[in-house]
């Protein structure tokens, strides 16, 4: 199994931004070299949530900072990115990283940040799909060019070219079975994501596997990377009392911020599977429903417990065919000193006993 370590940047109270991001580089900086095989590193826009609106230089830091780990992007949001200046970003990412990039793409999902970028919601698949024809094209050699519904342009040679070939590997990132579906019909890598309960995550593989199939590829179906929030603690107990308050940070904050619908109106086009996200906006109140909410992450999403509790659950996801996890050992703001200490704790206790 491979295991990478994954940062969203989030910024709660009582930190500064500057040790947001000092405290998150270090920590990949230490995934490589306690001998993860990843880091992951999301994008998002205008809130405390994450502050990682241009992931492609952060990694560029990281990558000056390393030698061995793949740098992955968990995701690029194509909508809000011209799909020449990705084009572009990308390849040089891949070139200054000598070839250790890991694309993870996908539409986006905040409504207040396609409000701000001036873009309507409901035509993200359509802009996902052109900007990715796009892309794919312009790392070819010669001039691309494109006259579609969304980014019209004359002949251009877009360069540099990515280092690796054919291309840098694809990862959808994908929450409805739809979205699932045409990842494995389309021939990208499946990214799997945090929200959903761990027996979704098998039941999603299998979806995914069935396109693939159905469509026809050749070789065996793509890999599959799942995002978990993990704390490995020295008793379950220990474990869950660290989780908790990050946990409550991360879907508290997300209440306020994640839905793609409007207020007070119904979700947008092909985001019905993001009715989480609707639900979520109890949870700002406190009281007896978090407490239960709680106790469903604990025991249904998150995976924190012992070692052997985390080898466990992970190894069952291996038997599914999602081969590579990215552990989230920070969410919600996570101590800086307790991170570093899950992810010593996870490659000394955990990894080894993982399958490989």
């Not at 910024?11 to 900086?29: D, K």
Request: hydrophobic content about 40%; some cysteine.
């Amino acid at each position: 199994m491979k295991v990478g370590v994954f940062s969203l940047m989030q910024w709660p109270e009582g930190l500064t931004q500057e040790r947001v991001f000092s405290n998150e580089i270090a920590q990949a900086v230490e995934a490589e070299r306690l001998g993860y095989d990843s880091a992951w590193f999301a994008e998002h826009h205008f809130s405390r949530y994450g502050l990682g609106p241009t992931i492609h230089l952060t990694m560029a830091n990281v990558a000056a900072k390393t030698n061995r780990i793949r740098l992955g992007t968990a995701v690029t949001i194509l909508p809000f990115m011209h799909p020449i200046r990705a084009a572009e970003e990308l390849a040089v990412l891949d070139i200054l990283s000598n070839g250790r990039i890991e694309w993870g793409v996908g539409r986006g999902y905040q409504r207040h940040e396609f409000d701000a970028f001036e873009i309507d919601i409901s035509h993200s698949r359509e802009m996902f799909q052109e900007s990715l024809d796009i892309i794919f094209r312009a790392w070819q050699d010669g001039p691309v060019s494109s006259k579609g519904k969304f980014w019209n342009f004359e002949p251009v040679e877009v360069l540099p070219k990515p280092l690796q070939k054919p291309r840098i590997p694809v990862y959808q990132a994908c929450i409805s079975p739809s979205s699932v579906a045409l990842a494995g019909r389309d021939g990208y890598h499946l990214q799997l994501d945090q929200f959903a309960p761990y027996d979704r995550i098998i039941e999603a593989r299998k979806e995914y596997v069935q396109a693939w199939e159905k469509a026809g590829h050749d070789g065996p179906p793509g890999k599959t990377a799942a995002l978990r929030q993990i704390i490995v603690g020295r008793t379950t107990e220990e474990a869950r009392e660290l989780a908790a308050p990050g946990l409550l940070w991360y879907y508290q904050t997300l209440a306020n911020v994640g839905s793609p619908a409007q207020e007070g109106k119904d979700l947008p086009d092909t985001y019905e599977a993001y009715n989480l996200f609707t639900q979520l906006s109890g949870l700002s109140a406190g009281g007896e429903s978090t407490d239960n909410f709680l106790e469903l992450l604990l025991n249904k999403v998150a995976i924190c417990g012992t070692a052997e509790e985390v080898t466990d659950k992970l190894t069952g996801l291996y038997e599914a065919g999602c081969k590579t996890v990215m552990t989230w050992q920070n969410f919600g703001g996570t101590p800086h000193e307790a991170t570093i200490a899950s992810m010593r704790r996870f490659i000394d206790d955990v990894a080894p006993n993982l399958p490989r």
